[in-house]
């Protein structure tokens, strides 16, 4: 009996992502996650049970949150990654990501960064900042909790 991991599952969704790519195809987490779960159907019993329907909707939702952080990060695991990123003299290549994952006509779907307009690329934008804040105040909440443990411990000392 295989099993099967993380690693598996990633590898799988990186390739397929790898393949759209190759084709010049716009990269809809949800079609990734269909194809994906399609291609283990076997594995399921063939009778309807509720069984089936759990293993089915988490399996389509684990492969759904996968896929669409493959595309974020865009983590295809391919040795040639200075390939895929994208060539644009004057900005930084570890920040840039040559797709981005926006909300077209209801769907998210992974959309090449020259391909985004401008509003979804500084909706993306507007997103990383308000993600920074988000992070800047967790930070300081740790800290601050830090300093009050510290300070309640040498008192209760």
């Not at 759209?20 to 009778?47: F, N, S, Y």
């Not at 493959?70 to 920040?95: R, V, W």
């Not at 690329?121 to 804040?133: D, V």
Request: aromatic share 10%; proline share 4%; glycine share 4%.
């Amino acid at each position: 009996m295989h099993k099967y991991s993380d690693s598996n599952l990633r590898t799988e969704i990186e390739q397929y992502i790898y393949d759209l790519r190759d084709r010049h195809e716009h990269l809809h987490p949800k079609w990734i996650a269909q194809a994906i779960c399609q291609g283990h159907r076997d594995g399921l019993t063939p009778d309807d049970t509720d069984h089936r329907a759990f293993w089915e909707f988490t399996g389509y939702t684990t492969t759904r949150k996968y896929a669409t952080e493959c595309i974020n990060k865009y983590d295809t695991g391919l040795d040639d990654m200075a390939s895929l990123q994208p060539m644009f003299p004057g900005f930084a290549s570890e920040h840039l990501q040559p797709y981005y994952v926006v909300a077209r006509d209801g769907a998210d779907v992974g959309i090449p960064i020259s391909d985004c307009t401008d509003s979804e690329l500084l909706a993306k934008a507007a997103m990383f900042e308000a993600n920074a804040r988000k992070l800047t105040a967790h930070a300081n909440e740790l800290r601050r909790f830090v300093e009050w443990r510290q300070e309640h411990l040498r008192s209760a000392s």
